[in-house]
């Protein structure tokens, strides 16, 4: 029997202790590990002060995990340096702070070697081998070093970015060579689809041989878009569930007379949320009748903090927003709401449920699932309106949102006030549009789109061989 393997950096199954505090991703790909009776491997989120290699097995909920600790300097030039300092920022357009520092390659490409050897013993010859995000790039190619022949897919949940901007990256060669060990690569968009074939076609001398195969490096590998979506039959489930409807409640009892406008992002230098509050306090400015009519709420978990570009953007919001208060808020009321606090996905459902307007403007984004689940929150009689960056992978497939530049404050202040605004009919055919979208392009969707491909490869090749 096929099984199915998942390795990404963190590993997320079902806790046991209710799902509503996993992510919608974790959820689908623990159907799918049960489905296919596979495991999950990747870190465990600890540090030891040297690799042990120690794998840690939990079965919990029909899903296997396994887990191995990092070495703390792992954890430095891999997790915090590579990863999160050097490609993070460039697959994000944000050369200026993007950091080239040979030893993050380096540990890079030790902590996937380590996370090779791990796994290496406990792949069967059948299984299918589904690498997640930008952490894992090199993955196929350490695992092809030690002998796998087995059918191995990557998908990468970040933008890739154009030719130009990536080209910016010493080593950008090295890294798209190792892409072709994997049989199938995946982008989120037929944008980064693009790129990449740019990228193949005119900096690597390869060739396309088919619609979606291509040849460099002597070797080839097929690419697709698979815009991911959310488990949209589970997000129907949550927003009936007590604990949204008493976050509703509850959101709605603190804006009567008010309008909710809500904005829910990791607070990374990527989601705009200087601009998107700059944007606020410019609507603020300009529409003194509207001052007491809105509430804006910003939930920001706080993310990456040892990273020092996250120090910084979290010291500027904390500024802005108390600016905001400063100058517009009352001794009996207040415009801006600004948390950094996590919430459970069916207290979030609750939020998005009681809102007019959801903001999800981030300056570059993969795809933007937030931007989803906003809209299966919303009441079909009276669903609140989306406003969506055009530089969310999502806008590909949400055209019906209000779209964007999210670089400029001056068009989300607008669009808060157009959104305001729109009539009931106006919001309802918008909304309809998006609904649709979210259910039919949902991630079982995706799921099966990428493993189905990945299941075909095979037979693909013979194909091409004979
Ligand atoms: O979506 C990109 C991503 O890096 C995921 O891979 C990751 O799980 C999530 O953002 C949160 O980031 P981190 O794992 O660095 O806390």
């Not at 990536?166 to 890294?175: I, S």
Request: glycine letters at 8%; one cysteine or more.
């Amino acid at each position: 029997m096929t099984r199915l393997i998942v390795v990404s950096n963190r590993v997320n199954p079902p806790t046991g202790a209710g799902e509503e505090s996993v992510g919608g991703l974790a959820m689908a790909l623990a159907a799918a590990l049960r489905e296919y009776s596979g495991l999950w491997f990747g870190w465990s989120g600890q540090s030891t002060p040297t690799f042990t290699g120690q794998l840690s097995m939990q079965k919990i909920e029909g899903v296997t995990a396994a887990t191995i600790d990092l070495e703390e300097s792992d954890v430095e030039e891999y997790y915090n340096g590579y990863a999160n300092k050097t490609l993070w920022p460039l697959f994000h357009y944000r050369t200026d702070i993007a950091a080239y520092d040979r030893a993050f390659n380096e540990g890079y490409q030790r902590a996937n070697r380590r996370f090779a050897e791990t796994l290496r013993p406990l792949i069967e010859p059948d299984d299918l081998i589904w690498i997640h995000d930008y952490h894992l790039i090199p993955l196929a190619r350490e695992l092809r070093r030690l002998g796998l022949k087995n059918r191995m897919g990557f998908f990468l949940h970040v933008p890739w970015p154009a030719y130009q901007v990536f080209v910016t990256l010493p080593g950008h060669r090295q890294l798209v060579e190792s892409m072709f060990d994997y049989d199938l690569v995946g982008f989120q968009t037929e944008d980064y689809r693009q790129a990449f074939e740019e990228y193949v076609l005119s900096e690597a001398g390869g060739e396309k041989v088919g619609d979606d195969l291509f040849k460099a490096f002597g070797r080839s590998v097929r690419v697709g878009a698979f815009p991911i979506g959310i488990d949209a039959p589970d997000f129907a489930r949550l927003i009936k569930t007590n604990r949204a409807r008493r976050m509703r409640d509850l959101m709605t009892a603190c804006t009567v007379f008010r309008h909710l406008i809500v904005g829910v992002d990791r607070l990374d230098y990527s989601k705009g949320l200087e601009e998107r509050f700059t944007g606020f306090e410019r609507f603020l400015a300009a529409d003194p009748d509207m001052r007491r009519e809105v509430l804006m709420l910003q939930i920001a978990p706080v993310s990456r903090e040892s990273v020092e570009a996250y120090q910084e953007i979290r010291a500027r919001l904390d500024a802005i927003s108390g600016r905001i208060n400063g100058e517009y808020a009352d001794v009996d009321w207040a415009p801006f709401r600004y948390v950094n606090k996590n919430y459970r996905r069916d207290e979030l459902a609750g939020i998005y449920g009681a809102a007019r307007i959801g903001l999800v403007t981030p300056l570059r984004d993969g795809m933007n699932l937030v931007a989803k689940e906003f809209v299966a929150s919303q009441n079909p009689e009276d669903p609140g309106v989306l406003i969506l960056s055009r530089f969310a992978g999502a806008a590909r497939q949400m055209k019906e949102a209000l779209l964007v530049n999210p670089n400029s404050p001056d068009e989300i202040a607008d669009a808060i006030r157009r959104g305001l605004a729109m009539d009931k009919p106006e919001r309802i055919r918008r909304w309809s549009a998006l609904f649709d979208n979210v259910q039919r392009e949902d991630v079982t969707a995706w799921r099966d789109a990428f493993v189905d491909a990945l299941k075909g490869v095979e037979e693909r090749r013979t194909a091409l061989a004979s």
